[in-house]
């Protein structure tokens, strides 16, 4: 009889921690880290209200492993805006920048008008060499009617299934060079984008993400209409900055701003500024049916304190456009070599062609 009480209360003791323990169990948190409007700034660069280099990605990176010893597995973004607009050397700033993030390992990157520019080219090439996706929701190839990159994006962080989708406004919010390549492209409004696929990731994911680069307003208003999305991240509104001499410039925004939506469901709207001065840092813990229970957000300034990695830098350079100067001297000799192989290559006869195309096919090198 005393056994069969004891056993009672300890049935009766589990039975009040188990919804408890229960709960703990079904606790999940997430951890994303996020640019945007990057517009080339890739190495340190003296802003126009610090009087201290801020930036680059040699530095992001060294934060980016800081966080993930401290935290485990993070998700990394861009929210749009990477490549340069004016700039000496823009295709090989953009290639320099998709080089860094990808050895950086961003999870994936929403696509802007200015990344367009390079889409038939640059993106398409680069693409089969980087491991993370480029996100295009609303932008189709006018063509084939396909995607540019991926509709969205779905990766498994933790004990955590992630949507992520990319939007860009119907137009560019500046007059950029060589309009014509718009015409390649079709924009649909982001709002009929987002309430077709939306649905359709949530049946994938258990959060889900909004990469956008329509600016902290816009990006809030599609929030409160667009049902099904958990967070968003977008650039900041307003004018961007050009140089550090430009009069006018403002600090980067606030970081993040709780938009609530008609259903009760409050969806933090993240915002990040221009020329990577910053990287974004948010900690979300997730409620057992996958929604904000809390979350804990800031921008770390990439100054002095966070030393470059020295393995992004030699990507990136120190010196942008002296990088961007050694390199196209260095494709141009290479270049120069190889038309005059191929102008010695036609004086040969045909049997000695023949011998040195072998010669170079079996690795002896037969001359340069």
């Known amino acids: 009889m005393k056994k069969f009480s004891v056993l009672i209360c300890l049935c009766f003791a589990l039975c009040l921690t188990m919804p408890f323990s229960a709960v703990a169990a079904e606790s999940k948190t997430l951890t994303v880290l996020y640019s945007g409007n990057v517009l080339g700034y890739i190495v340190p660069t003296r802003h126009c209200y610090s009087p201290e280099q801020l930036g680059g990605l040699a530095r992001v990176s060294t934060l980016v492993e800081q966080v993930r010893k401290e935290t485990g597995e993070v998700l990394l973004l861009d929210a749009g805006g990477l490549f340069p607009i004016y700039a000496v050397g823009p295709a090989l700033i953009a290639e320099f920048s998709l080089k860094a993030m990808n050895q950086i390992g961003y999870n994936a990157m929403n696509l ?3 990344e367009l520019r390079y889409a038939s080219s640059l993106l398409d090439d680069m693409g089969k060499n980087i491991a993370f996706p480029f996100i295009t929701s609303n932008a189709v190839q006018k ?3 396909l995607p540019v990159g991926k509709k969205y994006h779905v990766r498994q962080i933790g004990n955590i299934k992630v949507g992520i989708l990319g ?13 014509q390549f718009m015409e390649r492209f079709t924009v649909t409004p982001p709002e009929d984008a987002l309430k077709t696929l939306v649905p359709e990731v949530r049946k994938e994911a258990d959060f ?3 990469l956008s680069h329509c600016g902290f307003k816009a990006t809030s208003d599609l929030v409160s209409q667009v049902k099904g999305i958990d967070l968003a991240i977008t650039g900041a509104d307003g004018e961007r900055e050009v140089n550090e001499t430009e009069p006018g410039c ?3 925004p606030e970081s993040a701003s709780v938009q609530t939506k008609a259903d009760g469901k409050t969806v933090p709207v993240m915002q990040i500024g221009y020329g990577l001065k910053s990287l974004g840092l948010l900690k979300l813990t997730l409620d057992d049916k996958g929604q904000i229970a809390q979350h804990e957000s800031r921008l770390i300034k990439l ?6 990695d020295p393995q992004i830098a030699e990507i990136t350079g120190t010196d942008l456009y002296k990088k961007v100067a050694d390199v196209r001297k260095e494709r141009d ?4 070599r190889k038309r005059q192989e191929a102008q010695e290559m036609l004086k040969l006869s045909p049997e ?3 011998k040195k195309m072998n010669e170079k096919q079996a690795g002896t090198g037969g001359g340069k």
Not at 333 to 336: F, K, R
């Open 112 to 114: 802007g008008w200015n």
């Open 143 to 145: 063509d084939s009617n």
């Open 167 to 179: 939007i860009m406004p119907l137009e560019p919010a500046e007059a950029l060079p060589n309009p």
């Open 208 to 210: 889900v993400i909004l």
């Open 250 to 252: 403002q600090p980067d």
């Open 303 to 308: 100054d002095m304190s966070i030393p470059s």
């Open 333 to 336: 000799e290479e270049d120069q």
């Open 352 to 354: 000695e062609y023949l």
